[in-house]
Structures are given as structure tokens and as C-alpha cells.
């Protein structure tokens, strides 16, 4: 009887140790996965920047653009005067 109990026991103690090694393989390859979503994370923060910036150019570009525009109809106006 207390030898059943105890290959009862070595097969629990087992059954935990490949438990563990699965768990650890597991983790090893969710930690990966989250590396490769990090570097990918980090490629596209560096995309919206890149497109904010261009953003900021334009705006700037515009408004130069309505402001001459404000400028040539001025002109204008003065002309027909």
C-alpha cells in the first residue's frame, strides 16, 4: 500500500516536472511572439511620425499658400480701384 502511495506520489512529482517544461516552453515562445509585436509596434511609431511631420509640412505649405492667396486678391482689388 505505502508503495502504491509513493509511485503515486513520483507520478504526480512528474507529471508536475513535464507540466513545468511544457509551461516553460509555452512562455518562451509567448515571449517571442511579444518581442516581434514590440518590434512591429516600434516600426509603426516610427511610420506615424514620419506621417505627422508630412502632415505638419503641408499644413505649413497651405496656410503659406492661403496667405499668398490673401495677398494676390488684395492686389487685385487694389488694381480695379
Known sequence: MVQLLLILIL???????LFSIRLFFYMKELFLKVEEV???LVKLDKKITELADELARKEGEIKFLQNQ?????????EQER
Open 11 to 17: 507520478l504526480a512529482i512528474m507529471g508536475l516536472f
Open 69 to 77: 492667396y490673401k495677398v494676390f486678391i488684395k492686389a487685385l482689388e
Open 38 to 40: 514590440e518590434a512591429e
